[in-house]
């Protein structure tokens, strides 16, 4: 291996291959492994990002302990004051904007224009957050005896553990992050180990901004050596995954194990209904960005198209047309429209549900191959897939695929759209395109996913509304806005007795 420079705090920025050691106590530490990983740009494998620690349990520990100390101090801090340093981090963000654009576009493959949304999501999540160091609001209600007082306050919980996905991954660290620090929190954050380097970018913008050593840390690696011991610990208060459901059950079974606060945000399979009455030219352009935007690989992906049959032919017809005149590329180019899968073992998984699909009897419309030629030959490239022909009870109508394929299901009308949509083990997010407002609420009422978007695809949440969702997606928690706040405080119920004597309540009464 060529030798590497080892990132300080000082070259982050710097272009050269970068090595980079854990961030614990605001120190850059080597792993106690001596063991490291590359993070290989998935468009063109030949560009290495960066060199990351191959971490495990005693850095965990280590992380951990560095955690616990800041805390007692963070804590203390007011949390106006807490946020003022978080509102900076996004003024630094926005300064740094276009590198960590292209740093994330290097190591996950998607779009500039989409990996400049991926930052701008962490700057809003920090103005937003920022907000809320001045609110923190808790209630204060009359107390049923004389003389006393009664209110609720909002505390931190402790050191919380964060474990994130790869797809977005600054804008989900930021979900997380932002929200647990202003609420007087420690973190230990295990990014995901495809996208390590937009979590450090992340955090440095924090660290710059003045937050003080310990109040996060980061530890990187993979799931069972970082993630599972994170989530074990027993100092780690609150554990905070959003991932694939089938890790989402191993994690929620570790933290029920301790009691600890646990937030889960796991997969999707989100339907978009199409009424014969909507606008058409706006439903394909949504279909296009909802499916084939970061090249499938959202939750709140466009994976299932339910049409009525009015409108199918012509529907299928031109979302085709448009699909394979989308450009494939290396997402370092403003003109490429989609990028790679995010490695070979997706685009494994995104060619196997071709084939599965094929076998089902669905009707392979559009694309289904590995791009290899030519530059594409470097990454891990596929075209943008169309099957039509579902049936909502096949495989590819199902399972969550996480790849530029989206399998078009034809329905009856509104009823049989929705108990369709609602057919599945997931409930993350759903859309119908309609111009009647009588089935748009019908849809807002009867729709079981935690996002109905009317008019609009599936894929575009703002920071400030709850997100997450129902059934498989996750365990009732929702990340964003007042949702994070709840989840990364405990309310501390507050009675003051100013009466002088003892009163007992539900028993000093007249009656
Ligand atoms: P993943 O579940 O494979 O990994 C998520 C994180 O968990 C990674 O950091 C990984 O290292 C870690 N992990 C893996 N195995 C672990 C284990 N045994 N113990 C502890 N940690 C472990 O998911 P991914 O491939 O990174 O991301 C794609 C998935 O995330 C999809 O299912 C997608 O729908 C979901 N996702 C959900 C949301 C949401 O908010 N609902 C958002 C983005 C992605």
Not at 74 to 96: D, G, H, K, S
Request: hydrophobic letters at 40%; glycine letters at 10%.
């Amino acid at each position: 291996m060529a030798t590497h420079t080892l990132a300080t705090p000082a070259d982050l920025s710097s272009t050269q291959t970068r090595v980079f050691k854990n961030f614990i106590d605001g120190e850059w530490v080597e792993s106690s492994t001596g063991q490291t990983f590359e993070n290989r740009n998935p468009a063109d494998t030949r560009d290495l990002v960066g060199i990351f620690q191959k971490s495990n349990r005693a850095d965990v520990n280590t992380a951990v302990d560095a955690a616990k100390r800041a805390f007692a101090k963070w804590r203390l801090v007011p949390a106006p004051r807490r946020a003022e340093i978080v509102f900076r981090a996004a003024e630094i963000l926005i300064e740094r904007k276009e590198d960590y654009a292209r740093d994330m576009t290097r190591e996950m493959g998607k779009v500039l224009a989409e990996t400049r949304g991926d930052v701008q999501e962490a700057i809003d999540a920090a103005y937003y957050n920022a907000g809320e160091g001045r609110r923190l609001f808790g209630p204060t209600v009359p107390s049923e005896m004389p003389n006393k007082f009664a209110m609720a306050v909002r505390q931190p919980i402790g050191v919380c553990g964060m474990i994130t996905p790869w797809n977005f991954p600054m804008a989900i660290s930021s979900w997380k992050l932002l929200p647990a620090v202003v609420c007087g929190n420690a973190c230990v954050v295990k990014p995901a180990q495809d996208t390590p380097l937009s979590t450090f970018n992340l955090v440095r913008a924090l660290t710059d901004a003045g937050l003080p050593k310990g109040v996060i840390n980061i530890v990187t690696g993979f799931g069972a050596e970082v993630g599972t011991p994170l989530a074990e610990h027993p100092d780690v208060r609150a554990v905070s995954l959003t991932g694939s459901s089938a890790v989402g059950k191993i994690i929620g079974g570790i933290a029920a194990q301790s009691f600890k606060h646990c937030s889960l945000e796991l997969g999707g399979k989100n339907p978009m209904i199409v009424l014969d009455d909507a606008n058409l030219d706006l439903a394909i352009e949504g279909a296009l960005w909802g499916a084939f935007g970061t090249t499938g690989q959202r939750c709140t992906a466009t994976s299932r198209i339910i049409l009525q049959k009015r409108i199918y032919a012509e529907f299928v017809e031109r979302l085709v047309d448009r699909a394979k005149k989308l450009k494939v590329g290396n997402g370092l180019d403003e003109t490429v429209q989609m990028g790679p899968a995010i490695n070979q073992k997706q685009l494994e998984t995104d060619l196997e549900y071709v084939e599965i699909g094929k076998n089902e009897g669905a009707k392979l419309v559009c694309g289904g191959h590995r791009l290899d030629k030519g530059d594409y030959q470097y990454g891990w490239f596929m075209e943008p897939t169309v099957f039509i022909d579902v049936d909502r009870k096949m495989r590819i109508a199902q399972e969550e695929i996480f790849g530029p394929v989206v399998s078009i299901i034809p329905c009856d009308g509104m009823e049989d759209a929705v108990e369709i949509a609602n057919g599945i083990e997931y409930g993350l997010s759903s859309a119908i395109y309609t111009k009647d407002v009588n089935k748009a609420f019908a849809a807002i009422r009867d729709l079981y996913a935690g996002i109905t978007y009317v008019n609009a695809p599936t894929i575009g949440a703002e920071v400030h509304l709850p997100f997450g969702g129902t059934k498989a997606t996750g365990n009732g928690h929702r990340e964003g806005g007042i949702g994070a706040i709840e989840f990364y405080t405990e309310w501390k119920s507050v009675y003051v007795d100013y009466s002088d004597k003892l009163q007992k309540a539900q028993i000093d009464r007249e009656d």
